[in-house]
């Protein structure tokens, strides 16, 4: 008997490659523009925007290569097939916005203690066409922004690089009108602490999945509930579901039925309830029957 194993694949999507290859080329490109705008004027808040860039650069590039690799097909070692890259890009380019924002929070601490000048018309001008960039690549990205984790977590970086060009501006013109030289490693904090807060949920939820933890927005309670409207069957147990990547769901339990059901039929059942009102299409069940209980009577 030849037994063909269920491949779990997709192709590649072509729309979401060109668009970060784009977005790759943008980023690159004012990388280099920030880094030596940056270093020219002395500003930290151009550095950390820059740094930020840098890990943008990495993010997309992973992206990329996450894309790339969730489209290959299933083999029989990897029998799901490469979904779960994307997950690992998304933690990955997470925790890489963590160590980001511990530097320029480290930087920040040592040039309040010794403010440095700034050329402040000079940091303004490179802030501004930083921003320009930045809102141009979340325009290309946004229509495929919340299709999947990876997606998510690229466009978080997007975010943080928008709000770091918008501090960068913001202290530039501040310095310029007050020659006030903290509103610099003052912004670098704040944009540090918004680099955290826009991170910690794509940390979180890559972890989960990771973890196999239950998917957002799926309640195994629900599914009990909708499942013990079953017609025959008696009981479900050992009820497990997880997440196979952003909007993949796999499921498998043990339902209990009487001998004297069709076990056809309320398979067909389940798997079509899990599908058409969960969303959950790679299920595994196994049936097992359990004898009609008969009353015995004796006359006497």
């Given at each position: 008997?030849?037994?063909?194993?269920?491949?779990?694949?997709?192709?590649?999507?072509?729309?979401?490659?060109?668009?970060?290859?784009?977005?790759?080329?943008?980023t690159?490109?004012?990388?280099?523009?920030?880094?030596?705008?940056?270093?020219?004027?002395?500003?930290?808040a151009?550095?950390?925007?820059?740094?930020?860039?840098?890990?943008?650069?990495?993010?997309?590039?992973?992206?990329?290569?996450?894309?790339?690799?969730?489209?290959?097909?299933?083999?029989?070692?990897?029998?799901?097939?490469?979904?779960?890259?994307?997950?690992?890009?998304?933690?990955?380019?997470?925790?890489?916005?963590?160590?980001?924002?511990?530097?320029?929070?480290?930087?920040?601490y040592?040039?309040?203690l010794?403010?440095?000048?700034?050329?402040?018309?000079?940091?303004?001008?490179v802030?501004?066409?930083?921003?320009?960039?930045?809102?141009?690549?979340?325009?290309?990205?946004?229509?495929?922004?919340?299709?999947?984790?990876?997606?998510?977590?690229?466009?978080?970086?997007?975010?943080?690089d928008?709000?770091?060009?918008?501090?960068?501006?913001?202290?530039?013109?501040?310095?310029?009108?007050?020659?006030?030289?903290?509103?610099?490693?003052?912004?670098?904090?704040?944009?540090g602490?918004?680099?955290?807060?826009?991170?910690?949920?794509?940390?979180?939820?890559?972890?989960?999945?990771?973890m196999?933890?239950?998917?957002?927005?799926?309640?195994?309670?629900?599914?009990?509930?909708?499942?013990?409207?079953?017609?025959?069957?008696?009981?479900?147990?050992?009820?497990?579901?997880?997440?196979?990547?952003s909007?993949?769901?796999?499921?498998?339990?043990?339902?209990v039925?009487?001998?004297?059901?069709?076990?056809?039929?309320?398979?067909?059942?389940?798997?079509?309830l899990?599908?058409?009102?969960?969303?959950?299409?790679?299920?595994?069940?196994?049936?097992?029957?359990?004898?009609?209980?008969?009353?015995?009577?004796?006359?006497?």
């Amino acid at each position: 008997m030849t037994v063909a194993p269920h491949l779990h694949s997709r192709p590649p999507d072509r729309d979401q490659s060109r668009r970060f290859g784009i977005v790759l080329a943008i980023t690159s490109v004012f990388l280099l523009i920030e880094s030596i705008g940056g270093w020219l004027t002395g500003s930290l808040a151009l550095l950390a925007d820059a740094g930020h860039l840098l890990g943008d650069a990495g993010a997309q590039t992973l992206a990329l290569a996450a894309l790339y690799l969730a489209g290959r097909p299933a083999t029989s070692s990897k029998t799901y097939g490469y979904h779960r890259a994307e997950i690992l890009a998304a933690l990955f380019n997470g925790l890489t916005l963590w160590l980001i924002a511990g530097l320029i929070w480290r930087e920040a601490y040592l040039r309040m203690l010794h403010p440095p000048p700034v050329q402040s018309i000079g940091m303004t001008a490179v802030a501004a066409v930083g921003l320009g960039a930045n809102l141009l690549s979340y325009y290309l990205l946004s229509p495929i922004g919340g299709q999947n984790l990876n997606t998510r977590a690229a466009m978080l970086h997007l975010i943080g690089d928008i709000l770091g060009s918008v501090g960068a501006l913001i202290a530039g013109l501040v310095i310029w009108s007050t020659g006030w030289m903290l509103a610099d490693p003052l912004v670098s904090i704040l944009i540090g602490g918004l680099i955290l807060v826009t991170s910690w949920g794509v940390v979180k939820e890559s972890i989960d999945v990771l973890m196999e933890g239950t998917p957002k927005g799926v309640d195994p309670a629900e599914i009990l509930s909708a499942l013990g409207r079953v017609p025959g069957l008696e009981a479900v147990h050992d009820l497990h579901v997880w997440c196979l990547r952003s909007g993949v769901h796999a499921l498998t339990l043990h339902g209990v039925i009487d001998e004297d059901s069709d076990d056809a039929a309320i398979l067909a059942e389940m798997t079509r309830l899990l599908a058409d009102r969960f969303n959950i299409h790679h299920t595994t069940i196994q049936l097992d029957r359990q004898p009609r209980l008969v009353q015995i009577t004796t006359k006497k």
